[in-house]
T-cell receptor, first 109, second 113 residues
C-alpha cells in the first residue's frame, strides 16, 4: 500500500513568517510530487510540482524534494491570511496520484 | 486553455435513489480522467480512473460505477445510493503522458437523506 503522510495540523503561523509544510512517502519509485491548496468547501488547486531532487521556487512558494529521505516539503514565505487553507501533498507514479490527508494551515494577522 | 466542468454543484438525494454525475473536459484530447470522493475533514479517495474511452479502473469496490462514453466525458453512477455515499465528489483530468499534475473540477457536494 503506497502511503503519503502529512501532519494534519492545525499549523498556526504569524502573518509575514515562513510556513513550512512537510510530507513523507513510502514508495521509493515515485517520480512526481505535487502540492495542492484547498480552501474550505472548494476543490484542490495545484500550486507547485517538482520532479527532481532539490528546490523549486515560484513566487512566495518553494518546493523541496529529497528522494533519498523520501521527503517533500513546501515553504511559503511572507505568509498572508489568504494562505490559510488545507495543503495536500500528492505523490505520483505512471497514471495515479496518492494524496496525503492534508495539513491545515492558519495564518494569524 | 483546458477547462473542466462538473455538475451539479450540490445534490440532495434519498437513500436508494439512483445517481449520475457528469464531468467534461475542454481544450485537450485523450486526457486521463479521475473520480475522487472526499468525506468531511478527510483526504481524497480515488474511486475510478480512465486512460481512454471505455477503459475504467476501479480503485474501491462499492455500489458506484463509472463510464467514459466519449474521450472527454466521464460519468459516475449508482443504482441505489447509501447513506455512506455522502461526500464531496471531485472529477479531475491530467495529460495522458504519465506523471502529470491533475486538475480538478469544482466538485459536487452530495447529501443522502
Amino acid at each position: 500500500q503506497k502511503e503519503v503522510e502529512q501532519n494534519s495540523g492545525p499549523l498556526s503561523v504569524p502573518e509575514g513568517a515562513i510556513a513550512s509544510l512537510n510530507c513523507t512517502y513510502s514508495d521509493r519509485g515515485s517520480q512526481s510530487f505535487f502540492w495542492y491548496r484547498q480552501y474550505s468547501g472548494k476543490s484542490p488547486e495545484l500550486i507547485m510540482f517538482i520532479y527532481s531532487n532539490g528546490d523549486k521556487e515560484d513566487g512566495r512558494f518553494t518546493a523541496q524534494l529529497n528522494k533519498a529521505s523520501q521527503y517533500v516539503s513546501l515553504l511559503i514565505r511572507d505568509s498572508q491570511p489568504s494562505d490559510s487553507a488545507t495543503y495536500l501533498c500528492a505523490v505520483g507514479g505512471a497514471q495515479k496520484l496518492v494524496f496525503g490527508q492534508g495539513t491545515r494551515l492558519t495564518i494569524n494577522p | 486553455s483546458q477547462t473542466i466542468h462538473q455538475w451539479p454543484a450540490t445534490l440532495v438525494q434519498p437513500v436508494g435513489s439512483p445517481l449520475s454525475l457528469e464531468c467534461t473536459v475542454e481544450g485537450t484530447s485523450n486526457p486521463n480522467l479521475y473520480w475522487y470522493r472526499q468525506a468531511a475533514g478527510r483526504g481524497l479517495q480515488l474511486l475510478f480512473y480512465s486512460i481512454g474511452i471505455g477503459q475504467i479502473s476501479s480503485e474501491v469496490p462499492q455500489n458506484l460505477s463509472a463510464s467514459r462514453p466519449q474521450d472527454r466525458q466521464f460519468i459516475l453512477s449508482s443504482k441505489k445510493l447509501l447513506l455512506s455515499d455522502s461526500g464531496f465528489y471531485l472529477c479531475a483530468w491530467s495529460g495522458g503522458q504519465g506523471n502529470q499534475p491533475q486538475h480538478f473540477g469544482d466538485g459536487t457536494r452530495l447529501s443522502i437523506l
